[in-house]
Each structure stands twice: as C-alpha cells, then as structure tokens.
C-alpha cells in the first residue's frame, strides 16, 4: 500500500513569492496534518484537517493556509514567503482526527527561500 | 498548554547493549504518549503510542516504552541496539481540547541516538 505523498520533494522560491504544497493521505485516511521542521528542531503543528474541516491550528501566521479535499488530498499555502519560512515540511495522516490516532508522515517536502 | 522534554541531544551505545532514550512530559489532564523515529531526508516514523493501560508498551522493530506517570517520563527502550538503530528519535504528547477531543502533537527536540559496531 503507498503511503503519504507529497509533491514536490524540493522547491526553491525567492522572498515574497507564494508556494502550494501537496499532500495526499494513505487510502482510508480522512485527516491529514501539516508541520514544519527546522533544522534542528521536532516539528511544529501547523494545520490539522478532518472531513474538510480545520480542527486545529498552530501559532503560525495568517500567510500561511491549507485546505482538505473531498478525495482527502491536502494543499498547504504560504504566501509573502521569507528566508525564515525555510524548513522541511511534513504531512501526515491518520484515520480521524482523534487524540489516539497515531499519524504516519510522508517524506516531507524541502522548501528553500532565497 | 502541554510541553515535552527529551534531555539528552545525542546518545551513544555499542551494538549489542541496550539503549535508552528519555521523555518527559508536562499536560493537564491525561497524556497520549508516542516516539517516533526519523532517518536523514525522511519523513517520521511511527515507533508506539500509550493511550491507557499497560504502563510497558511494546512497539515496532523491538522498542518498548514504560509510561511512568508519577515522574511525568515516557522512556524508549531497547535491549539490543542495532547499528540500524542510529536515527533521530522523537516523543510526542497529545491532549484533548474540549469536546472535540482533538489534539495537536507537541514534539519533542530530538535525541540523535548513534550506534557504532
């Protein structure tokens, strides 16, 4: 069975532009989650959907945005990218959006900003 | 809020001994306990979880964990390490909010765990 995938695995932008990043769940999966990992550091919660619907979201800034299609894919949106908005970010998905659920991560998409 | 502590930044053990790796957690309420371990330039990989019941919680590629809830501590376990061990190994807490009983994982730092021959 594939796992969670994300496109693209790399991806460079200049300061001010915009990026969609995508992320589709394990079959059956319906909630998918978004993180960022710096370098160094555990990943930070960004976005958690359920059915389409945000469950929750991290302290991050209104630039960025996500959402949840009906076939359960995800796209994770940052706009007015900065240097700082550099990191390795991760999707994962579980079965709902429960407490208990474990998720399981794609590969993860590396975004420069230069 | 919740939080997680993982002490050391870097363990280090001969093949063939054990290995531990610390976790301690601070949440209200009851916590939903996971380890995860994450290979260079790839995604995490679910280890175990502790949700209720049995305080040792065996997981995959043969980690255990021990869910200690008096001194706040979720330590990862092996009793033989493989140099295949050596990865960054992350804890993670979970919580629920209100009704919804949703939570958003807070990892921890990571500990690199390197195992030589």
């Known amino acids: 069975d594939a796992g969670v995938t994300q496109s693209p695995t790399h991806l460079i932008k200049t300061r001010g532009q915009h990026v969609t990043l995508r992320c589709s769940p394990i079959?059956?999966?319906?909630?998918v989650s978004w993180y960022q990992q710096v370098l160094g550091q555990g990943p930070q919660f960004i976005f958690q959907?359920?059915?389409?619907?945000?469950?929750g979201r991290g302290n991050f800034p209104d630039r960025f945005s996500a959402r949840q299609f009906p076939n359960y894919s995800s796209e994770l949106n940052v706009n007015a990218l900065l240097l700082g908005d550099s990191a390795l970010y991760l999707c994962?998905?579980?079965?709902?959006?429960?407490?208990?659920?474990?998720?399981?991560f794609g590969p993860g998409t590396r975004l420069t900003v230069t | 809020a919740q939080s997680v502590a993982q002490p050391e930044d870097q363990v280090n053990v001969a093949e063939g001994n054990p290995l531990t790796v610390k976790c301690t957690y601070s949440?209200?309420?009851?916590?939903?306990l996971f380890w995860y371990v994450q290979y260079p330039n790839r995604g995490l990989q679910f280890l175990l979880k502790?949700?209720?019941?049995?305080?040792l919680v065996k997981g995959s590629y043969g980690f255990e964990a021990e869910f200690n809830k008096s001194q706040t501590s979720f330590h990862l376990k092996k009793p033989s390490a493989l140099v295949s061990d050596s990865a960054l190994y992350f804890c993670?807490?979970?919580?629920?909010?209100?009704?919804?009983?949703?939570?958003?994982?807070?990892f921890g730092a990571g500990t690199q765990v390197v195992v030589t021959p």
């Open positions: 994962a998905s579980s079965l709902a959006a429960g407490v208990s659920y474990e998720q399981y």
């Open positions: 079959s059956g999966h319906k909630s």
């Open positions: 959907y359920y059915e389409k619907e945000e469950r």
């Open positions: 949440v209200s309420g009851n916590p939903y």
């Open positions: 502790y949700i209720t019941g049995d305080n």
């Open positions: 993670a807490v979970r919580r629920a909010l209100g009704t919804d009983s949703w939570g958003k994982f807070q």
